[in-house]
T-cell receptor, first 114, second 114 residues
Framework: GESVGLHLPTLSVQEGDNSIINCAYS??????FIWYKQESGKGPQFIID?????DKRQGQRVTVLLNKTVKHLSLQIAATQPGDSAVYFC?????????????FGSGTRLSIRP | ETGVTQSPTHLIKTRGQQVTLRCSSQ?????VSWYQQALGQGPQFIFQ???????GRGNFPPRFSGLQFPNYSSELNVNALELDDSALYLC?????????????FGPGTRLTVL
């Protein structure tokens, strides 16, 4: 079925440590995955994406890892800062419809301890 | 900021009424997607418009309808409002309707149905 789930609904991390947010997806035909960050009162903000023909992609302080064998996606944030506090959504595009339909998971709330 | 704007910011309606929400896409983008985000959940795809035509639809009833204009701005209309329609309505614009085009979200319209 169509579902993108997250292992943990909340994550608390010490400032300066690395954060790892995990996500499982169910559609093996999905070919495009995205991580979004949503701060309170704002719309989702694009962080990083990865196509199914890759297993790792790096951005500024963020890395996304894709394991297609176990249908698992993770977002790593290096040196977590207070501004990283937000809800993080993994999302997939199943690619089976003509529309660029994104299926979002329920989100993980990341909180930073000083 | 993504350049995607939405109006109004907040809206209060009563059950049975009709509502129109508006979205201006980012410059150069010809595709607009609409999402509904209930409190504490991830956004759910409503439909997408590509070059003024509906280009895919999620599991929403026909009382959710939309339009896209020649300048690629878009409207979401909801008829016969129900209490469960209370949510944050997000629009996202993308360069085209391709599945791997990044979708950039606006700040959303918070709709409350009483």
């Amino acid at each position: 079925g169509e579902s993108v789930g997250l292992h943990l609904p909340t994550l608390s991390v010490q400032e300066g440590d690395n954060s790892i947010i995990n996500c499982a997806y169910s559609n093996s035909a999905s070919d495009y995955f995205i991580w979004y960050k949503q701060e309170s009162g704002k719309g989702p903000q694009f962080i990083i994406d990865i196509r199914s023909n890759m297993d790792k992609r790096q951005g500024q302080r963020v890395t996304v890892l894709l394991n297609k064998t176990v249908k698992h996606l993770s977002l790593q944030i290096a040196a977590t800062q207070p501004g990283d506090s937000a809800v993080y959504f993994c999302a997939e595009n199943p690619g089976y419809s003509s529309a660029s339909k994104i299926i979002f998971g329920s989100g993980t709330r990341l909180s930073i301890r000083p | 900021e993504t350049g995607v704007t939405q109006s109004p910011t907040h809206l209060i309606k009563t059950r049975g009424q009709q509502v129109t929400l508006r979205c201006s896409s980012q410059s150069g983008h010809n595709t607009v997607s609409w999402y509904q985000q209930a409190l504490g959940q991830g956004p759910q795809f409503i439909f997408q418009y590509y070059r003024e035509e509906e280009n895919g639809r999620g599991n929403f009833p026909p009382r959710f309808s939309g339009l896209q204009f020649p300048n690629y701005s878009s409207e979401l209309n909801v008829n016969a409002l129900e209490l469960d329609d209370s949510a944050l309505y997000l629009c996202a614009s993308s360069l085209s309707g391709r599945t791997t085009d990044t979708q950039y979200f606006g700040p959303g319209t918070r709709l409350t149905v009483l």
